[in-house]
């Protein structure tokens, strides 16, 4: 019997596993399920900075989220009745989670001009941390609240067709 080929996935596990151990990185498993990290090619010299940039990717896909709701200016007309079932105490805890997304942003920046393996690794697990004790759950309680909560809004049942 032939010697299989390692997948990609195996082989980034594997690598992975080293740097895990090196940084006390977290669980690849849990990392995975919030960031998809699967998708990386391991066919690089920099497996830390290819997740960072995945993880950047979330990052700024959830702030593009935040603004939408905080300043619905050119928000999408489905959206608008949604934004209203929210409540004021829901946008300051919004902007909140936006300024700590925005100061991870401004690391991405630094962290791509000035390449280092160990403030990589401290980016990755302190924003793994930040997301699965703070954004996610309250990203998804305020998703929640849209899709099912009492509409804040008024309406006297007239509609404007244009």
């Given at each position: 019997m032939k010697d299989e080929i390692p997948t990609n996935l195996e082989q980034l596990k594997k690598q992975y596993s080293k740097l895990q151990k090196q940084?006390?990185?977290p669980n690849f498993s849990e990392l995975n399920k919030q960031f998809d990290v699967e998708e990386i090619d391991v066919e690089t010299d920099?497996?830390?900075?290819?997740?960072?940039?995945n993880i950047a990717e979330k990052v700024a896909g959830y702030m593009r989220f935040i603004e939408i709701i905080l300043n619905p200016q050119n928000t999408?007309?489905?959206?608008?009745?949604l934004?209203?079932?929210?409540?004021?105490?829901?946008?300051?805890?919004l902007t909140k989670l936006y300024e700590k997304l925005g100061?991870?942003?401004i690391?991405?920046?630094?962290?791509?001009?000035d390449y280092n393996e160990k403030n990589e690794a401290d980016f990755i697990t302190k924003c793994f941390e930040l997301f699965n004790q703070e954004i996610k759950t309250n990203l998804l309680a305020l998703t929640e609240k849209m899709s099912n909560?009492?509409?804040?809004?008024?309406?006297?049942?007239?509609?404007?067709?244009?």
């Open positions: 940084y006390q990185l920099f497996l830390l900075r290819k997740i960072r940039r999408p007309l489905f959206l608008f009745k934004i209203k079932k929210l409540e004021s105490k829901d946008k300051e805890d100061a991870f942003e690391k991405l920046v630094s962290l791509d001009l909560g009492n509409d804040n809004s008024k309406t006297n049942g007239a509609s404007y067709f244009g």
